[in-house]
């Protein structure tokens, strides 16, 4: 069956960065975009950033735009978020998706697989 498990959370002070990675197994990782999404206390899920399967095309959140960026690693079967210059507001919960489909979407319901999530608690 399909895995994703993402890896590299933490508690952080404001401005700091953390790399989070997930990787995948059970899915024809080359052809799947994916996509990371966050969900806050209280809050519903939020898209954050989405990566082409082939052509390695992003979108991000506004928000996180120039701070954030999504990348992958097809021979490792990991798709990683590199989060800068981090703000309280960026405390969340992180959730990795796979979709079966190879163009970047920004909708969790486009997601096929998820994974289980990291905490992300950035302090002031």
């Known amino acids: 069956q399909v895995q994703l498990v993402e890896s590299g959370g933490g508690l952080v002070q404001a401005g700091a960065s953390l790399r989070l990675a997930c990787v995948a197994s059970?899915?024809?990782?080359?052809?799947?975009?994916m996509g990371w999404f966050r969900q806050a206390a209280g809050k519903e899920r939020e898209f954050v950033a989405s990566?082409?399967?082939?052509?390695?095309?992003?979108t991000y959140l506004s928000s996180v735009k120039g701070r954030f960026t999504i990348s992958r690693d097809n021979a490792k079967k990991t798709v990683y978020l590199q989060t800068n210059s981090l703000k309280t507001e960026d405390t969340a919960v992180y959730y990795c998706?796979?979709?079966?489909?190879?163009?970047?979407?920004?909708?969790?319901?486009?997601?096929?697989?998820w994974g289980q999530g990291t905490q992300v608690t950035v302090s002031s």
């Open positions: 990566i082409s399967a082939t052509d390695n095309m992003t």
């Open positions: 059970g899915l024809t990782f080359s052809t799947a975009a």
């Open positions: 998706a796979a979709r079966n489909q190879a163009w970047l979407r920004s909708y969790a319901s486009d997601y096929d697989y």
